[in-house]
């Protein structure tokens, strides 16, 4: 089955009640059994429902996966990877990484005893150098964020494989209509169901996907007990979302080229960093394992000025300056202050998260029209 196909049939069927060809939105907290311990599939809706359930299955399909499960956020999500290790036991991740999940790590695991390590994964030696025995996790992000940096999946797992390390990526970036991380070898793939998936910034959702059953056993184990599922509402609305998602991943890789083309023309531009630029260092990894390079953009100034990144957020009038991504409308950013301020900031600057820089998420309007309100906003 073609990407388009699953992304509207995956994991769904029409309702049998009614016939109803939209997954019904079950608002229930429980369910009425027929006896003791004898029920139709689903006793408490923190355990099971049938609408986040249908959701659950269309996004492993998507990623090519046999077992997914969802959460009330993606930061849920990688919460739910953490509570699989134990005290004592050793994170490796990408030293270019989303602020939050870095805050999550750094200032609430790591006073339970998992010791975290931040290094750069373009580069995989400096990965097999830092393994150890104690290490559990390797977490990776690719694309990055915010610097758009591609790591070779199919390489790191292969490290991960050789020390019998758990490999998760977060997929947000690429969403699985570009990129498919574990047939490169990962065992979990991460998303922030709140941006390309769902699509229309009117969500906060999280999933994991693995075809790995004694993974997926924990993984639903952490769901179950610790409760930080979506709701009923949400799953209808990301399932809606995802039904387009391969129409406006394409408008978004489209107009993300227009965009990145244009902004590495311009005289007040620094540099551009999206994968799909022959200029981009990893370019060829991009190449091998993406079937498109996305809307996601990132750029610096010249003369690296605050205030002129701060001058260019403001003045925007399409594009509009707020956290997030992945929604139909463009947005800006500024990382240093936005998404990655809880980054202390020397290590920001090491990664290249400089004052003057900019992060896009184009969306799928014209791009003209989008290229214009950049262009007056640097004027």
Same mark, same amino acid.
């Given at each position: 089955?073609?990407?388009?196909?699953?992304?509207? $049939?995956?994991?769904?069927?029409?309702?049998?009640?009614?016939?109803?060809?939209?997954?019904?939105?079950?608002? &229930? !907290?429980?369910?009425?059994?027929?006896?003791?311990?004898?029920?139709?599939?689903?006793?408490?809706? +923190?355990?099971? *429902?049938?609408?986040?359930?249908?959701?659950?299955?269309?996004?492993?399909?998507?990623? *090519? @996966?046999?077992?997914?499960?969802?959460?009330?956020?993606?930061?849920?999500?990688? %919460?739910?990877?953490?509570?699989?290790?134990?005290?004592?036991?050793?994170?490796?991740?990408?030293?270019?990484?989303?602020?939050? !999940?870095? +805050?999550?790590?750094?200032?609430?695991?790591?006073?339970?005893?998992?010791?975290?390590?931040?290094?750069?994964?373009?580069?995989? &030696?400096?990965?097999?150098?830092?393994?150890?025995?104690?290490?559990?996790?390797?977490?990776?992000?690719?694309?990055?964020?915010?610097?758009?940096?591609?790591?070779?999946?199919?390489?790191?797992? %292969?490290?991960?494989? +050789?020390?019998?390390?758990?490999?998760?990526?977060?997929?947000?970036?690429?969403?699985?209509?570009?990129?498919?991380?574990? /047939?490169?070898?990962?065992?979990?793939?991460?998303?922030?169901?709140?941006?390309?998936?769902?699509?229309?910034?009117?969500?906060?959702?999280?999933?994991?996907? &693995?075809?790995?059953?004694?993974?997926?056993?924990?993984?639903? $184990?952490?769901?179950?007990?610790?409760?930080?599922?979506?709701?009923?509402?949400?799953?209808?609305?990301?399932?809606?979302?995802?039904?387009?998602?391969?129409?406006?991943?394409?408008?978004?890789?489209? *107009?993300?080229? #227009?965009?990145?083309?244009?902004?590495?023309?311009?005289?007040?531009?620094?540099?551009?960093?999206?994968?799909?630029?022959?200029?981009?260092?990893?370019?060829?990894?991009?190449?091998?394992?993406?079937?498109?390079?996305?809307?996601?953009?990132?750029?610096?100034?010249?003369?690296?000025?605050? #205030? %002129?990144?701060?001058?260019?957020?403001?003045?925007? #009038?399409?594009?509009?300056?707020?956290?997030?991504? @992945? @929604?139909?409308?463009?947005?800006?950013?500024?990382?240093?202050?936005?998404?990655?301020?809880?980054?202390? +900031?020397?290590?920001?600057?090491?990664?290249?998260?400089?004052? !003057?820089?900019?992060?896009?998420?184009?969306?799928?309007?014209?791009?003209? %029209?989008?290229? /214009?309100?950049? *262009?007056?906003?640097? #004027?």
């Amino acid at each position: 089955m073609k990407f388009g196909t699953k992304a509207i $049939h995956a994991g769904l069927h029409a309702d049998e009640a009614t016939g109803a060809i939209m997954t019904p939105i079950y608002q &229930t !907290s429980t369910y009425v059994q027929e006896a003791i311990g004898v029920n139709k599939g689903y006793a408490y809706s +923190r355990t099971k *429902n049938p609408t986040r359930e249908a959701l659950e299955n269309n996004i492993a399909a998507l990623e *090519n @996966g046999k077992y997914g499960a969802c959460f009330a956020s993606g930061m849920a999500a990688i %919460d739910c990877v953490l509570k699989i290790l134990e005290p004592g036991d050793e994170v490796i991740a990408s030293n270019d990484l989303y602020g939050g !999940s870095y +805050r999550l790590f750094k200032s609430v695991f790591e006073k339970y005893g998992i010791h975290f390590h931040f290094v750069n994964m373009t580069n995989p &030696t400096e990965l097999e150098i830092q393994v150890s025995e104690k290490t559990k996790l390797i977490y990776v992000e690719t694309p990055t964020n915010p610097m758009m940096n591609i790591i070779d999946i199919a390489e790191i797992s %292969d490290i991960a494989s +050789r020390t019998d390390t758990l490999l998760c990526v977060d997929n947000t970036f690429a969403t699985p209509y570009l990129q498919n991380p574990l /047939d490169l070898g990962a065992d979990i793939v991460m998303h922030s169901v709140t941006k390309y998936l769902g699509g229309h910034s009117d969500i906060i959702l999280g999933a994991l996907v &693995t075809s790995n059953e004694e993974i997926a056993s924990k993984i639903y $184990h952490i769901q179950n007990s610790s409760g930080a599922i979506t709701a009923p509402m949400d799953s209808f609305l990301a399932l809606r979302g995802i039904k387009t998602l391969h129409l406006r991943m394409q408008r978004h890789c489209e *107009n993300g080229e #227009k965009v990145a083309m244009f902004l590495a023309d311009h005289p007040k531009v620094e540099k551009v960093y999206w994968p799909g630029l022959e200029s981009h260092p990893n370019h060829d990894i991009a190449l091998k394992q993406m079937r498109g390079f996305g809307g996601m953009i990132s750029f610096s100034l010249v003369g690296n000025k605050l #205030k %002129d990144a701060q001058e260019i957020v403001s003045r925007v #009038k399409i594009f509009a300056l707020a956290e997030s991504l @992945g @929604g139909v409308e463009s947005l800006i950013g500024h990382p240093a202050t936005m998404t990655h301020a809880s980054i202390p +900031r020397e290590e920001r600057e090491k990664t290249g998260i400089l004052d !003057s820089l900019i992060r896009l998420s184009v969306g799928v309007e014209d791009p003209d %029209d989008l290229i /214009d309100d950049l *262009n007056q906003a640097f #004027k």
